[in-house]
């Protein structure tokens, strides 16, 4: 075995208060502040913002060489709340290496993942504890919570050279987003969402 290579190695999710890894490399946190043009109602997230720079979610990664061949993995936590009638949810990503996959498993909450491919195909599943997800080459995909007052917390695994393409999300969001209407969750058309061939 030549002297460089990596020796297995684990470490352990603590389901403590908050969910954590006992051992990470990078803790990225985003606030409302990053989330400017994502949330559909503008003036609630202005007055929002006013209040205080919320914190979002939050991803502890355990870092790999980004090649392929490699996975990275990680925790993502996405707090509770809204903005207006909104959920609190990621910014949402394809990945730049449109071709690769990701899967999630769900430790604690409930919430949905958003996906679509470029075509505009869509597709919402709901992340309950246990439940794996399979999100598959092409797909897009964004997180949710849903809970009123619990996190929702899942482990991922992804291919080290995915890399995350955060662009046409950034521009005009998903084709559905994921409100709370008379005490319910829907999932509603994005008004501002334009088939590929009218952008
Ligand atoms: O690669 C993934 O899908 C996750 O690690 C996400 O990056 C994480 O959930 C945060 O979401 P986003 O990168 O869309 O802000
Ligand atoms: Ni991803």
């Known amino acids: 075995m030549p002297e460089e290579t990596l020796r297995p190695f684990t470490f352990d999710i603590i389901r403590a208060e908050n969910v954590i890894l006992n051992t990470y ?6 606030s409302l502040s990053a989330m400017r043009n994502q949330y559909h109602d503008e003036k609630a997230y ?3 913002l006013n209040q205080q720079d919320y914190m979002l979610y ?14 990275l993995q990680g925790i993502s936590i996405v707090h ?4 207006g009638d909104e959920f609190f949810m990621t910014k949402g990503h394809f990945h730049s290496e449109l071709d690769t996959a990701e899967v999630y498993y769900c430790l604690q909450g409930e919430g949905l993942m958003v ?4 075509e505009g195909e ?3 599943e709901k992340l309950i504890p246990e439940k794996v997800l399979y999100v598959p080459p092409r797909w897009a995909h964004r997180s949710v919570n849903t809970s009123r007052n619990e996190d929702l917390v899942t482990f991922f695994v992804y291919p080290g050279n995915a890399g995350h393409d955060y662009g ?5 969001g998903f084709r559905k987003l994921v409100v709370e209407r008379e005490g319910e969750v829907q999932v509603i058309d994005n008004p501002r969402w334009l088939p590929p061939e009218a952008r």
């Open 25 to 30: 490399d990078n803790h990225i946190k985003r």
């Open 80 to 83: 509770p709340g809204k903005v």
């Open 46 to 48: 202005e007055a929002l």
């Open 168 to 172: 046409s999300i950034e521009k005009q």
């Open 115 to 118: 996906m679509e491919t470029p």
């Open 122 to 124: 869509w597709a919402v």
């Open 58 to 71: 939050e991803v502890y990664e355990v870092k790999r060489p980004e090649i392929a061949g490699e996975l």
